[in-house]
């Protein structure tokens, strides 16, 4: 009885329901397993196979991975992980072109930073797609054999003409009824390199007047020239990726294949395919089957390869690992972190139906989870000079404030206080407006964690912008003894001593698109890149930040989120890039 279930888990979803309904009725309970993926037979000799469930992340290696790729491996690495099942890494790398090296190894640097491993005590799961050439070659010839298969010799251009349309039936070609030898002669001839690009194709021979138009003999095998990355020149013929993509799962055992909505016409292809190569005695049973859930679509970024590179290589942005793009290496660099992805995929859920998430709600889970775990520090970010002229040249005393108001175990840490300190030009007014409640002439206000003083003066340039602030403490004030609260105050601002301070770069990042969807309609995505997504500033920090190792976070006090940049730092001179601000400017 559905009242006397448990509740509902975070992070449940439609594809969690099945797996756990499939695991209860013992689907895959004597699935067998040989220890690395291969065919019928190379299973049949393995073990029953200890993990419970097999799903993988595939992701092609022709591009750095995004925020909608974090998605896909926290539903398939955490289905792995919630169910004793294990989750393949698997480069997808049947396509010979456009794949590289640098973004196989930005594509596992990415898997590992969001805390996955391929690596499990139930073996490792690092696969590559080009190693099971020989078998596809092998499952197209056998279903050549079978008759469920054909070369065809139309040009592209009448392939397309007798497809059909969705209202149309399509037209068999007039090669579809090649005999089984003449089709293997042929097939064998593409292969050994007697056919030039493109001149034939290898067809599956279903149905050409099918509703649904991927099962019209799609194309499965292509003759294309080209240096493939792990294979080299060994193949002038290449599998589509309909075709490869089921046979990758099958051979590794796949139980759920997850992939997202706009495959979910190949379905009945991916069931055909895999149903007749089991038939011939080439794949292990049980199969592997298909789930489609909705992809990640968020505002004001591009989730797109093909948008990415572009603007990588048009340089509209300094590299894939720019702070400012959606890439998981740029997500990084910017300061996000893996448990804020985390808490995204959590809060986002998986669902079936298309939908936009808004990006504030991204930077709302990265807020969340660096309020808890940044220590804070202080940064003068636009300073001006505050000199106290009452208190004595040449004397420092410690002031002392806490790493993190939330956690007093995290102690407090000495900041410097001496005559002259860097203040922020906006909490001084010469004329304040209402409601303002930081320095004004003749008024009080506390030097956080410090002194109150009373502002006595100014000084201004030529151009009549304030240039020094003068000021008297009341020296019986100082925060933490038993004077402090002696003179009450309404503000409160945060200062750097000047001959402490540590001067640096600081960047700080807004969004990269102005629009919400950009590129949606007839616009040009390019056309709506925010030009103001970046500003470098020149900021004064206080001492410690100067020791900041790579890639620590911080709060600055009022200003937001920070890290020490991993690229640009050195060791002793950090730079830092805002990761987020502490409330969401873009909400209207
Ligand atoms: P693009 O269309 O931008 O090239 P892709 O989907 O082709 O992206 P792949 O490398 O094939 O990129 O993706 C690997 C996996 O990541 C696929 O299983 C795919 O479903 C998933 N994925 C890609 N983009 C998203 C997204 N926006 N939301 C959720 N999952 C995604
Ligand atoms: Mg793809």
Redesign the pocket.
């Known amino acids: 009885m559905a009242s006397e279930k448990a509740p509902i888990p975070l992070g449940s979803n439609f594809i969690r329901a099945i797996v756990e309904k499939d695991l209860d009725q013992g689907l895959y309970q004597s699935r067998k397993w040989a220890g690395s993926p291969g065919d019928a037979a190379h299973h049949a000799a393995g073990q029953v196979d200890q993990a419970k469930l097999r799903t993988r992340?595939?992701?092609?290696?022709?591009?750095y991975?995004?925020?909608?790729?974090?998605?896909?491996?926290f539903?398939?690495f955490g289905l792995a992980r919630d169910y004793a099942g294990v989750c393949h890494l698997r480069f997808?790398d049947t396509n010979p072109e456009k794949e590289s090296q640098e973004y196989v190894d930005s594509i596992t640097d990415a898997v590992k930073w969001l805390g996955f491993d391929w690596q499990t005590k139930l073996g490792q799961h690092l696969y590559f797609a080009s190693n099971y050439f020989d078998f596809m070659y092998r499952a197209a010839e056998s279903l050549i054999e079978r008759g469920h298969a054909y070369v065809d010799s139309q040009t592209a251009d009448e392939m397309r003409l007798n497809r059909g349309s969705l209202t149309e039936a399509g037209k068999n070609s007039p090669w579809r009824d090649r005999t089984v030898a003449e089709n293997l002669a042929l097939f064998r001839a593409m292969r050994d390199g007697q056919h030039a690009d493109g001149s034939l194709v290898l067809r599956a021979k279903i149905d050409m007047a099918s509703p649904n138009i991927n099962f019209r003999d799609p194309a499965i095998y292509r003759v294309r020239r080209a240096h493939h990355h792990n294979t080299g020149d060994k193949w002038c013929i290449y599998p589509m990726y309909t075709f490869a993509h089921p046979i990758e799962d099958a051979l590794e055992q796949i139980t759920h294949s997850?992939?997202?909505l706009e495959?979910e016409d190949q379905r009945p292809f991916y069931d055909w395919l895999l149903h007749h190569l089991a038939e011939a005695g080439l794949l292990a049973q049980p199969l592997p089957k298909q789930y489609e859930?909705?992809?990640?679509?968020?505002t004001y970024v591009v989730?797109?390869?093909?948008?990415?590179i572009q603007l990588v290589e048009e340089k509209h942005v300094s590299g894939w690992d720019d702070p400012r793009l959606p890439t998981l290496a740029g997500a990084r660099r910017r300061g996000y972190t893996a448990e804020g992805f985390k808490l995204f995929a959590d809060r986002i859920g998986v669902s079936k139906a298309d939908s936009w998430i808004d990006y504030s709600t991204l930077e709302d889970c990265m807020r969340e989870v660096l309020n808890e775990s940044a220590e804070r520090r202080i940064a003068v970010l636009d300073p001006i000079k505050l000199v106290i002229d009452n208190y004595p040249v040449g004397q420092v005393e410690d002031c002392f404030a806490p790493n993190h108001p939330l956690k007093p175990e995290l102690a407090k840490r000495v900041v410097p206080l001496s005559r002259e300190l860097w203040i922020e030009r906006e909490d001084f007014m010469e004329e304040p407006s209402k409601g303002f409640f930081r320095l004004v002439p003749d008024g009080l206000v506390r030097l956080r964690y410090g002194y109150v003083v009373k502002c006595t003066g100014f000084e201004k340039d030529a151009t009549g912008n304030v240039t020094v602030v003068h000021c008297e403490y009341l020296p019986d004030t100082k925060s933490g003894t038993p004077g402090s609260d002696s003179v009450k105050v309404k503000g409160n601002i945060h200062w750097v001593s000047v001959q402490h301070a540590y001067e640096c770069e600081v960047r700080l990042y807004d969004r990269l698109f102005k629009e919400a969807h950009p590129g949606e309609g007839d616009t040009d995505f390019l056309t709506e890149l925010n030009s103001d997504s970046v500003s470098l500033i020149r900021a004064q920090l206080e001492p410690s930040l100067k020791d900041a190792p790579l890639e620590a976070r911080f709060q600055f006090e009022r200003h937001g989120y920070f890290i020490a940049d991993i690229k640009d730092s050195v060791v002793g001179q950090p730079v830092f890039n805002r990761t987020v601000t502490l409330r969401d400017a873009w909400q209207k």
């Open positions: 992340f595939p992701p092609e290696p022709n591009g991975l995004h925020i909608g790729h974090a998605k896909s491996i539903l398939n997808d997850i992939c997202t495959f859930f909705a992809r990640l679509n968020l989730l797109s390869k093909r948008k990415l």
